[in-house]
């Protein structure tokens, strides 16, 4: 047991502020200097004693440790898409601006243009350690930044913190898995994850669309859906403000096999599926990848959120154990066996990583249930560390001075240490603590969990931020022995003011706030009612077997305890009391007239399946937004939805009602829409625009409304011709790939509306201006909207009978950038 006094000096030695000039980090190239953003003081007493304490890493290196920690984090970002888009915008990056920046100077000193970071494979991963203030005042990066902010609100690009990708890589997701992500808000681990499940489905489904017959497409697991992946991914937080953020996040992304619930995940409800072609019992899904990327402390995110420095303290990481320990509980339990469970924090702190890890397997029955997959070969270029199989709990004591405030800390090798401890009336530490955040003890060599396998990247290693992974395989069915937070009850714990236990307010207040990489950590407002004598000895309690078979059921408290259950839960999680609200979906039938409309009029092959078109209105058609989702998707809503389960997002929009006056064709007055034109264009039949030439799609860019006049002359070449012979409404447009000079570097579908008299790109004006600097290079090109001038347009509207034009001269604009 260690024990320190109440201004502890630096113990992590090296540069306090880490702002001195000429520090090692400085030293490591001859490009211009990174100076710290914020003037927060960079040291914490508490926070630097404990991780100094042994245990951690070698004096040498932990200095090295607190030297990176006390400078600011690169930027970082990865290409995303299907791999052939991302691979085409990472070449026109690289050859554009990397010279460009490599070519400046600052002060005399050369600017260190964005690197590609080793660890990750396809130079898809790049940061930028170059100091901010060079960035914002650097013309050649301003440039760099509008095509990084145009391609990522295009999709193509992701801005995430290079160790918060790491997790998704170590689930080795097939594009036919069905993977739940527990605890995703934001959202950019689920959206690697989607890529991961969507793989080259793209290839996939025009090689099944262009064989005449089912058989002969791909009918290989993954792909058995006509090309089309067959996996799913569930996506999951319970911060309904966070779960915005996600749907945000994943929304770009116009994937069919995803659904957003918001549920606690220590309670996450088991989900019905169909029982099968036999029939029988009930059936429950089971995930083939499960992440835990679950609520912590954060203090792996200190160069980000330099308010760690101020706010670290032990007890967060002491309130937030029981909650990661019940997710990763009741992940494992919903995960299938053999399957595979990621789980991580952006913290570095035992309790919240290694300590989840070893009690979570052992309340599962041990390593024969439950064990940690050795990763070695994996990411061979990660640079890591190996799981702590020892170390210390710290907590901070009040000593009841007379400003009652903590001057104290104490770190505990066991917890036999701490049952002694709290018999000293005057001090109100360790009162939440439990032994499962102790290293696991008597072990045989059978029973021993190899936490060395557990992973550790901390932020001197490649310049990151600090993070721990930990890969699961669940080899049998599992028994939980006995929950945690039951543990706290029995062990008599003494209770804030709305009574509930410490640990309970954690996981409330992780509920309500959240805490990840891009949010400092908050301090628990806990309330200790003094004089109550806690009673800790739990730990016989703790190992007595609960004898029910929870691998489908759950014998928490307040968690699932069988299915039937489940409403009730629902119930209970939402926070208003009020009966959790799901979004409103209906299927419409297979045969449903509107369905027909559209399908004849883009003559969609009847090989396309027409049971997965759902609107989000009650009332049905007249809908005006039509969504289509994978088969799985809406299985599990349809069966789901009326037992309680909290869906806030599943669909991607297909149609869009169009109010045209120039047809009577009911087809002609839905409009494709960009989210999901590219899931029906191989089916397609009929209204497809092949175009050849880039030099017309500039021109369909800049110019809005180009002419286009019954007597055929216009100067749209052959995607002109084309369209001349098409009736009002809405098209496909196929932008082939093409080499050479003036090469198009992947294939793209847009859809484009044939008006009586002129055509237009169906595309936001920031789609429109993130593809003319894509491809063009153009930064904010004058875009020619013909039908600009009100009058002008009206009278051109009339002379061409345009109806919808002159219609879309007063609203100014046509495109529908709400939709976007
Ligand atoms: C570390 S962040 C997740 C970051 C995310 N995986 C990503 O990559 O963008 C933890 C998330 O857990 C959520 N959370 C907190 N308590 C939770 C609970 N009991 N169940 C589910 N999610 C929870 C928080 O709202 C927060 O969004």
Redesign the pocket.
């Known amino acids: 047991m260690a024990r320190g006094g109440s201004k502890r000096g630096n113990r992590g030695g090296g540069n306090r502020h880490g702002n001195k000039k000429g520090s090692k980090r400085n030293d490591r190239s001859n490009a211009v200097r990174s100076e710290p953003w914020s003037t927060i003081p960079r040291t914490n007493d508490y926070y630097e004693a404990y991780y100094s304490q042994g245990g951690f890493m070698g004096y040498d290196e932990l200095t090295k440790m607190w030297e990176y920690m006390k400078t600011d984090l690169p930027t970082s970002w990865r290409f995303t898409g299907t791999k052939t888009d991302a691979l085409a915008v990472r070449d026109i990056f690289k050859e554009r601006y990397i010279p460009r920046i490599a070519a400046t100077e600052w002060e005399g000193q050369p600017v260190q243009p964005p690197e590609p970071v080793s660890a990750f494979p396809d130079e898809l991963t790049w940061h930028m350690k170059t100091d901010k203030k060079v960035i914002r005042r650097n013309k050649q990066f301003a440039e760099f930044q509008k095509f990084l902010v145009a391609e990522t609100s295009s999709g193509n690009i992701s801005r995430q913190e290079v160790v918060?990708m790491v997790p998704p890589h170590f689930l080795d997701v097939k594009p036919g898995m069905v993977v739940l992500?527990?605890?995703?808000?934001?959202?950019?681990?689920?959206a690697q994850l989607a890529e991961m499940i969507h793989g080259d489905e793209e290839d996939r489904v025009q090689m099944a669309a262009s064989s005449n017959a089912h058989d002969m497409s791909d009918k290989s697991g993954d792909y058995s859906d006509d090309g089309r992946s067959t996996g799913l991914l569930v996506a999951?937080?319970?911060?309904y403000k966070?779960a915005g953020m996600l749907v945000h996040q994943v929304k770009r992304l116009n994937f069919p096999n995803l659904i957003i619930t918001q549920?606690?995940?220590?309670a996450y409800p088991s989900l019905e599926i169909p029982a099968g072609p036999a029939g029988g019992k009930k059936k429950y899904l089971k995930f083939d990848r499960v992440l835990a990327?679950?609520?912590?402390s954060g203090d792996g995110t200190t160069r980000k959120n330099t308010n760690v420095w101020q706010k670290w303290t032990p007890k967060d990481a002491l309130g937030l154990h029981g909650?990661q320990v019940r997710?990763l509980i009741r992940g494992l339990q919903l995960l299938k066996k053999g399957g595979r469970l990621v789980y991580s924090t952006?913290s570095m702190n035992p309790v919240e990583n290694e300590a989840v890890v070893a009690d979570a397997i052992r309340q599962c029955g041990g390593v024969s249930k439950v064990t940690v997959v050795n990763c070695d070969d994996h990411l061979p270029n990660l640079i890591r560390r190996p799981g702590l199989k020892t170390w210390k709990v710290m907590d901070m004591s009040s000593v009841l001075l007379e400003d009652k405030k903590p001057h104290m800390f104490t770190s505990w090798e066991k917890f036999e240490e701490v049952r002694e401890s709290v018999k000293d009336e005057n001090r109100s530490f360790s009162r939440n603590m439990t032994p499962g955040m102790f290293p696991p003890t008597n072990m045989s060599e059978e029973e021993r969990i190899p936490l060395e396998n557990c992973m550790r990247v901390y932020p001197h290693l490649q310049d990151t931020s600090g993070f721990f992974i930990t890969v699961l395989e669940k080899k049998e069915d599992i028994k939980v022995a006995q929950v945690p937070s039951k543990t706290e009850e029995e062990s008599g714990l003494t209770e804030t003011q709305n009574g509930t236990s410490l640990s309970r307010a954690g996981?409330k207040r992780?509920?309500s706030e959240?805490?990840?990489?891009s949010q400092s950590p908050k301090r628990v407002k806990t309330s200790f009612t003094n004089g109550t004598e806690p009673d800790i000895v739990a730990t016989e309690d703790t190992q007595t077997p609960v004898t029910t078979n929870v691998d489908a059921k759950m014998s928490a408290n307040g968690a699932v305890k069988d299915e039937k259950d489940t409403k009730e839960i629902f119930k209970k999680l939402n926070r208003n009391g009020q009966p959790a609200q799901t979004e409103f979906f209906e299927y419409l039938a297979p045969d449903d007239p509107t369905i027909k409309n559209i399908t004849d009029f883009f003559g969609i092959s009847a090989r396309f399946p027409r049971n997965r078109f759902m609107v989000k209105n009650k009332e049905g058609i007249p809908a005006n937004k039509i969504y289509y989702t994978s088969e799985l998707a809406k299985d599990i809503l349809t069966m789901n939805k009326d037992r309680g389960v909290k869906f806030v997002h599943c669909g991607v929009v297909t149609f869009m009602s169009h109010k045209v006056k120039d047809t009577d064709n009911p087809g002609a007055k839905w409009r494709l829409q960009d989210d999901g034109i590219r899931i029906l264009e191989p089916w397609a039949a009929k209204r497809i625009i092949t175009l050849k030439s880039k030099a017309t799609l500039h021109k369909l860019l800049i110019e809005m409304f180009p002419i286009m006049p019954k007597d055929g002359k216009h100067k749209l070449d052959d995607v002109g011709d084309q369209l001349a012979e098409m009736d009002v409404g809405c098209c496909f447009l196929k932008i082939e790939k093409s080499d050479g000079g003036d090469s198009m570097p992947f294939p793209m579908v847009l859809p484009v509306w044939r008006h009586p008299g002129s055509i237009n790109l169906m595309v936001s004006n920031e789609d429109r201006l993130a593809l003319l600097l894509r491809f063009w290079d153009e930064l904010n090109p004058p875009i020619i909207n013909h039908v600009k001038d009100k009058q002008a347009a009206k009278e051109a509207a009339l002379a061409v009978e345009d109806q919808e034009t002159a219609l879309a001269v007063e609203g100014q604009e046509m495109v529908d950038i709400e939709d976007k």
């Open positions: 918060s992500d527990m605890c995703a808000a934001p959202g950019s681990k689920s999951n937080d319970t911060d966070r549920h606690d995940a220590a990327d679950v609520p912590c909650l997710i952006c996981s992780q509920r959240g805490a990840d990489e």
